[in-house]
């Protein structure tokens, strides 16, 4: 149990155009979802988290313009990279959490910006 | 946010016991003690966490000691496969954001 999918597990895009992410909980309600990212040879940063129907919380220096996030069902939440630059390239990776006390990781989405 | 520190890379021999120490002095009472594992290019894997008593399961025994001020994950005879970054966190629950450190780079060598 516990299984956590994205989609798609990799994309490449050009240089302004946006790019949705999609993270299901398959076997399970998560009230809660936390998007990360993480840079080659680096550790999962932290960008937001994200309770269903309420607004996400961005962590500091996150731009949340840039980064949307809705949760808008217990089992589906999305990441819309808006204007995606080259910087933005890197693999995001989103977690969930239900009634269990730990929270679960997806299998990640490597995102390159061309 | 508690802040965990761990050694940046660590081997051992396939078949022996692996352990992987964690320092996380600032832990508050209520926070868990959480172990993931991450292999390369995939996400986090979940391994086993506690708050004050020592865990096992089928994957890894976790050693909290008495102060809650560190902890060792135990992976008793570890395999190739087990070769990956392992990361210690806490959090007061699972709705509670988790901060990552460096965490540790395991090899398994055979």
């Known amino acids: 149990g516990a299984v956590v999918s994205q989609h798609p597990s990799w994309v490449i895009c050009k240089s302004g155009t946006s790019v949705k992410i999609e993270c299901r909980s398959l076997d399970f309600q998560a009230t809660t979802m936390f998007w990360y990212r993480q840079f080659p040879k680096q550790s999962l940063m932290l960008m937001a988290t994200?309770?269903?129907?309420?607004?996400?919380?961005?962590e500091q220096g996150v731009e949340k313009d840039k980064f949307l996030i809705n949760h808008a069902s217990l089992t589906l939440s999305t990441l819309t990279v808006t204007s995606a630059h080259p910087e933005d390239s890197s693999f995001y990776i989103c977690?969930?959490?239900?009634?269990?006390?730990?929270?679960?990781f997806g299998p990640g989405t490597r995102l390159l910006v061309l | 946010d508690a802040k965990t520190t761990q050694p940046p890379s660590m081997d051992c021999a396939e078949g022996r016991a692996a352990n992987l120490p964690c320092n996380h002095s600032t832990i508050s009472g209520n926070e868990y003690v959480y172990w993931y594992r991450q292999i390369h290019s995939q996400g986090p894997q979940y391994i086993i966490h506690?708050?004050?008593n020592n865990e096992t399961n089928e994957m890894a025994s976790l050693i909290i000691t008495e102060d809650r001020k560190s902890s060792t994950l135990i992976l008793p005879h570890a395999t190739l496969r087990d070769t990956a970054v392992y990361y210690c966190?806490?959090?007061?629950?699972?709705?509670?954001?988790?901060?990552f450190g460096s965490g540790t780079r395991l090899l398994v060598r055979p």
């Open positions: 966190t806490a959090g007061m629950d699972s709705s509670y954001k988790l901060i």
């Open positions: 977690s969930a959490t239900g009634q269990q006390e730990t929270q679960y």
């Open positions: 506690g708050l004050k």
């Open positions: 994200s309770n269903e129907g309420s607004k996400a919380t961005y």
